[in-house]
């Protein structure tokens, strides 16, 4: 199991940028496929996008899709989420989740992950 730790959260105003990072402490985080879901104030959490182990395959929620990037480098233990064009109903915590399985398509309908973070507040303002 990885521990992952948010940051990269902040105050932005419609149309901005920002940058999430996610750092994941262990040896086996390459053997990881990756996540970012978020959560607004009185809604469900929902999936954002998730990568494989290698990089090699991608999947976007279709309301980030054109906007978001999901990447990592296993060589830092690291995943990072590049958000642009922020909307103000992109406002959420923004939380980063570990598990060894790939789902594909199922990544926007699967709610137990190995392992998540504690989340980093995401502000759009319009």
């Known amino acids: 199991q990885v521990q992952l730790v948010e940051s990269g959260g902040g105050l932005v105003q419609a149309g901005g940028s920002l940058r999430l990072s996610c750092a994941a402490s262990?040896?086996?985080?390459?053997?990881?496929?990756m996540g970012w879901f978020r959560q607004a104030p009185g809604k469900e959490r929902e999936f954002v996008a998730a990568?494989?182990?290698?990089?090699?395959?991608?999947y976007y929620a279709d309301s980030v899709k054109g906007r978001f990037t999901i990447s990592r480098d296993n060589a830092k233990n690291a995943v990072y989420l590049q958000m642009n064009s922020l909307k103000p109903e992109d406002t959420a915590v923004y939380y980063c989740?570990?598990?060894?399985?790939?789902?594909?398509?199922?990544?926007?309908?699967?709610?137990?992950?190995?392992?998540w973070g504690q989340g980093t507040q995401v502000t759009v303002s319009s």
């Open positions: 990568i494989n182990w290698n990089g090699g395959s991608t």
């Open positions: 989740a570990a598990d060894r399985r790939w789902f594909g398509y199922a990544w926007a309908v699967v709610t137990s992950l190995n392992s």
């Open positions: 262990g040896r086996t985080f390459s053997s990881y496929a």
